[in-house]
C-alpha cells in the first residue's frame, strides 16, 4: 500500500483533468457497487479505505463533476 513519506498526508495538489476525475469516478464506484464490487471484509485491505470512507470520496468526485 502507498504510504506518504513523512507520515499523514493530510493535503496533496496536484493538476488532473476532468476526464481523470471521471475515471476515478467510475472505477471507485465499480469496487462499490458493481457486479464484481469487493466484499466489505476485504475493501480496507485492497483499497486503504473503508467502504463508508469510499462513499463519501465517490461523493466528493460526483460533486467535483457536477461544477
Same mark, same amino acid.
Given at each position: 500500500? #502507498?504510504?506518504?513519506?513523512?507520515?499523514?498526508?493530510?493535503?496533496?495538489?496536484?493538476?488532473?483533468?476532468?476526464?481523470?476525475?471521471?475515471? #476515478?469516478?467510475?472505477? #471507485?464506484? +465499480?469496487? %462499490?457497487?458493481?457486479?464484481?464490487?469487493? +466484499? +466489505?471484509?476485504?475493501?480496507?485491505?485492497?483499497?486503504? %479505505?473503508?467502504?463508508?470512507?469510499?462513499?463519501?470520496?465517490?461523493?466528493? %468526485?460526483?460533486?467535483? %463533476?457536477?461544477?
Amino acid at each position: 500500500m #502507498l504510504q506518504p513519506l513523512g507520515g499523514t498526508l493530510t493535503v496533496a495538489f496536484m493538476d488532473i483533468s476532468g476526464a481523470d476525475l471521471v475515471v #476515478l469516478h467510475n472505477a #471507485l464506484n +465499480e469496487v %462499490l457497487h458493481g457486479p464484481d464490487a469487493i +466484499e +466489505e471484509w476485504e475493501f480496507q485491505i485492497r483499497l486503504g %479505505l473503508d467502504r463508508d470512507e469510499a462513499v463519501l470520496l465517490l461523493a466528493r %468526485l460526483s460533486g467535483a %463533476l457536477s461544477t
